[in-house]
Each structure stands twice: as C-alpha cells, then as structure tokens.
C-alpha cells in the first residue's frame, strides 16, 4: 500500500475517537513525512529512510518535548498500518528510535499572596472574571472560553464545564472567592446588557464602539483560541512579572500549586489526589509534574532534616541479625 491513503486511512480512524486537537498533530507530523519520502510504498519506508527524517530540521528542530511527541505520532502510524494488514506485522521502521531527554524546566507561577493584586490589576470586569476562572476554577483555556451563563448555577454552587480532553461535563464546584466574583460580575453584566440570557458567554468578545470610544461585550461571540492568553499576560505583565509564554496554563499551575500548599498545610493526606480531580488528570504524577512537587522528595527531606536516618542504632536493644544464635531465647544486645 502507499503512504498518502495509508495516512488519509488513519486520520479518518482517529477522527472518531481522538479529539480535534490530537488529529491535527498527527496531520501535521505525517505530513512531514510524506513530504520527506513522497507518496511510496510503506514497505519502502526503512529504519535508514525514518533515521534521515529524524534528524531533518523539521523533526529535530524543536524542544525534545516536540519531537517525542512527533515520534510517538508516527509509532502510532505504523502500528495502525501493521493491525490493518496495510503492512507485515513485524513491520517497524522505527525500531531502535528513543525519545529524547526532556528534563523538567521550573516553570513560572504566580504565589498564591499575589492573586488578589493580579485580580486588580486585570484592567475591566470581563478580564477579572477570566483571571478569577483560571485561579479558582483552574480550568484550560479552551473549557474557559466554552463556559456559557446557562452553565452557572449560583444556587446549587455549581459550573458546568466541558473537559475537551475526556469529552464530558464536570459539575465543578463554585468556591467562596469565586462566588463573590460571579456575583459581582454578573450584576455588572446585566446593567451593561439588559437581561442574561443562558447562551451567552460568560467570558465573550468585546468589541469597540464609537459612541464613547469604548469596549463592551459582545455576547454571543466567545473568544477566539489564545484570547485568554493576553489577558493574562496583561495583568501579569502589570505585576512586574516577564509575560513570554504566560497563559491561563500559568493562572492553572499556580492555583494548583497553592491548593495543594494549603491542603498539605491542614494535614490532609489526599492533598494531590484533590489536586489531581480539579485539574482533571488521570495520573497524579502527571499533577506532581504540573505542579512543581515531588512527594516522594519532600517528604524524603521533611522527614530527614536533622533527624536521624538510623534511629534504632541509637536503642540499646537492638538485635544483629549478622550475629549467628544457637536456637535459646536470649537475644544479645550490641
């Protein structure tokens, strides 16, 4: 079989069951692929022919995050192509390829005393309820901008939100600090807008007007992909803070991190598995990473520091089980 129907096979396979943002990275690295070999037999795709692509400045140009992401994309590829009959089942052009070394980079975060400056320093209403959403809620962008009026429920203390990862609503809980800026904001909504209506955006569009040469909200237009990102980086921005590649993830993260500072300070040992529920993550070391902790380490040196690592060699009965015994019942203090 050729490439080209082979990947146009595959992309149509993903698209019933993967979300929208997972096909398009699969677009993306098999049609690096295809343009590095042309439309070819697959049997003609060999280790030599994917070691060349692999080290092309397409695939190796960016981060190691980038390109295990794009080699994990393409296992995929021809292990759809082998389960398919498309090619031999021991057929693996990538045999022997490894991910590169990514390690973790700390990643910036807002401390939890600066969130009521960030909350002023967002510049209008509809800004500081975006900033509110990302610190209370910890919410992605995307679920951010998805979030209709409709979807609050102030009486039931609830948001309705539409994880696109698992492709599902969560009844996210609506906190005390949250509550105070729902309310706020939507008091406000409604002297500029009349009446709110269930399908209109919580977080929408503004658009300029000429009357008074100012802003208002555009309701039933939400925001485009990376709208919330500016937003954020204005505010932050605002703060001192550098503003390069600050988004609603960085608002996520650092709400995150102080959620789990809090719960671990009350001494609730289910600190990262809440932590996890509200991030929507199915791993906690996936939390752990996102979050800039590592349990094991911690508790590792809280544990440890200036504590004895041996304790019982300090007690006066110990027992040396080097010490070789007859079979009575005396045991031998050393």
Not at 3 to 11: D, F, N, S, V
Not at 114 to 120: E, H, M, T
Not at 152 to 163: K, S
Not at 310 to 322: A, E, F, Q
Request: hydrophobic letters at 35%; proline letters at 5%.
């Amino acid at each position: 079989m050729k490439l080209e129907p082979a990947i146009q096979g595959y992309l149509a396979y993903r698209a019933n069951g993967w979300s929208a943002s997972t096909v398009r990275g699969d677009k993306k690295v098999l049609a690096k692929l295809l343009r590095h070999t042309g439309n070819v037999q697959l049997a003609s795709i060999t280790p030599e022919v994917m070691d060349e692509l692999l080290r092309s400045k397409p695939m190796s140009g960016g981060s190691p995050a980038t390109y295990n992401l794009y080699l994990s994309g393409l296992r995929n590829f021809f292990k759809f192509c082998r389960q398919r009959k498309h090619a031999p089942i021991d057929y693996d052009p990538l045999v022997g390829q490894r991910p590169k070394p990514n390690p973790e980079k700390p990643k910036f975060r807002i401390t939890m005393d600066q969130f009521p400056a960030l909350l002023d320093a967002a510049g209008n209403e509809r800004n500081r309820m975006a900033i509110a959403i990302g610190l209370y809620l910890m919410v992605r962008e995307s679920e951010a901008r998805s979030i209709r009026l409709g979807d609050v429920d102030l009486n039931e203390g609830t948001i309705a939100v539409w994880v696109h990862k698992t492709n599902g609503y969560d009844e996210m809980p609506i906190s005390a600090e949250l509550d105070a800026e729902l309310r706020r904001y939507l008091v406000w909504y409604t002297q500029h807008h009349g009446p709110l209506k269930d399908d209109w955006f919580l977080l929408p569009q503004r658009k300029f007007t000429n009357r008074f040469q100012v802003y208002e909200l555009a309701p039933s237009r939400g925001l485009q992909q990376g709208g919330l990102s500016r937003v954020v980086q204005q505010a932050v921005g605002a703060l001192g803070h550098p503003t390069a590649g600050v988004g609603m993830h960085t608002l996520r993260r650092s709400a995150a991190a102080a959620l789990f500072q809090e719960k671990t300070r009350q001494g609730y040992d289910g600190a990262l598995r809440q932590v996890s529920a509200w991030l929507h993550h199915k791993s906690q070391r996936t939390s752990e990473i996102y979050i800039g902790i590592d349990i094991d380490r911690n508790t590792r040196n809280e544990e440890t520091k200036s504590q004895s690592l041996y304790p019982s060699l300090n007690d006066d009965k110990v027992i040396n089980l080097g010490d070789k015994h007859d079979g009575s019942n005396s045991n031998q203090a050393v």
